[in-house]
Antibody, heavy 121, light 110 residues
Framework: EVQLVESGGGLKQPGGSLRLSCVASGFTYGDYAMNWVRQAPGKGLEWVSGISGSGGFTSYADSVKGRCTISRDNSKSTLYLQLSSLRAEDTALYLC??????????????WGQGTLVTVSS | NFMLTQPHSVSESPGKTVTISCTRSGGSIASDYVQWYQQRPGSSPTTVIYDDTQRPSGVPDRFSGSIDRSSNSASLTISGLKTEDEADYYCQSYDSSKQVFGGGTKLTVL
């Protein structure tokens, strides 16, 4: 069974930074691209970033580009998201999501339960 | 860059058929595959359609996807509606290496 478990959320200060983690199990982690998708309270889904199965290719939404880094450790089956210069509009549930193939342009087939990030002073 | 536009809400009765549209502004709907995700209240999304028309294993064949080049839109059709189908539905496609989501459609089954 595919499982994706996020952690690292909580209350963050404006201007501060965060590091989220997603531990995967139930599949060969390095064979699949991974994504972060966020959902602000009461709002729709917003794709944040994606990374290929090997980690060699990454992509970012315009809303986070320049202050966001996605990475993965295939030896630990873990996905990371670093986001800096936090703003109130970064407040959201951050969901880890597994793609259907190694490539970054690939449908999302599995979703985690998410970790909630609140940016407030 | 392009946007995917969905109706804010739709409603239909149990047992009926409903279609949710997703219109692409800028570029052809056929240029990149479209996916559909279902999100029930309080739950994470699940994938109900991928690559325009494909159903993941476990998704009932009451769910079907299509694209229409003439209207530059994709559609999700749910037949034999059940109360458990009440959820938010999101379409999604690709803009180069980025993923683009529609704004979501709230389906009410009443």
């Amino acid at each position: 069974e595919v499982q994706l478990v996020e952690s690292g959320g909580g209350l963050k200060q404006p201007g501060g930074s965060l590091r989220l983690s997603c531990v995967a199990s139930g599949f060969t982690y390095g064979d699949y691209a991974m994504n972060w998708v966020r959902q602000a309270p009461g709002k729709g889904l917003e794709w944040v970033s994606g990374i290929s199965g090997s980690g060699g290719f990454t992509s970012y939404a315009d809303s986070v580009k320049g202050r966001c880094t996605i990475s993965r450790d295939n030896s630990k089956s873990t996905l990371y998201l670093q986001l800096s210069s936090l703003r109130a509009e970064d407040t959201a549930l951050y969901l880890c999501a597994r793609a259907g193939t190694q490539g970054i342009v690939s449908t999302i087939l599995y979703w985690g339960q998410g970790t909630l990030v609140t940016v407030s002073s | 860059n392009f946007m995917l536009t969905q109706p804010h809400s739709v409603s239909e009765s149990p047992g009926k058929t409903v279609t949710i549209s997703c219109t692409r502004s800028g570029g052809s709907i056929a240029s990149d595959y479209v996916q559909w995700y279902q999100q029930r209240p309080g739950s994470s999304p699940t994938t109900v359609i991928y690559d325009d028309t494909q159903r993941p294993s476990g998704v009932p064949d009451r769910f079907s996807g299509s694209i229409d080049r003439s209207s530059n839109s994709a559609s999700l059709t749910i037949s034999g509606l059940k109360t458990e189908d009440e959820a938010d539905y999101y379409c999604q496609s690709y803009d180069s290496s980025k993923q683009v989501f529609g704004g979501g459609t709230k389906l009410t089954v009443l």
